[in-house]
């Protein structure tokens, strides 16, 4: 699966619940997807918890945990998905576990590729 580079960030085009999302690929981010509560809703995800998270400033806080099912490369797979009230859309190292990304910002290169292929 091919990226992108904008604003100088990496990155990729997911399909959740169907419906085609951009996300910052965060390598700083543990989780698997981050989206803004009024998505969610748009996509009437199932609640199924809630969790404690780090922000990057090191705030910590407390959020709903929804599961939507994500397509990644030709795979379908249902995560669990951090909301947040900020408009930002993040996909996480958890998400790539088993995915090799490639990242090369001077040639504006951004991949994610199946481990072992």
Known sequence: MKGF?????????????????EFLLDTGFNGHLL?????????????????????ASGDKKVTKVYKAKVKISKHDTEV????????????????????????ERKKDYVEVIESGK
Do not use: C
């Open 5 to 21: 580079f904008r604003f100088g960030s990496p990155f990729v085009e997911l399909h959740v619940e169907g419906r085609k999302i």
């Open 80 to 103: 669990p998905i951090l909301s947040t009230i900020a408009n930002i859309y993040l996909a996480g190292m958890e998400l790539f576990h088993e995915f090799r990304i490639i990242i």
């Open 35 to 55: 989206l803004p509560q009024h998505i969610i809703e748009e996509l009437s995800l199932d609640l199924i918890g809630l969790s404690d998270y780090l922000t």
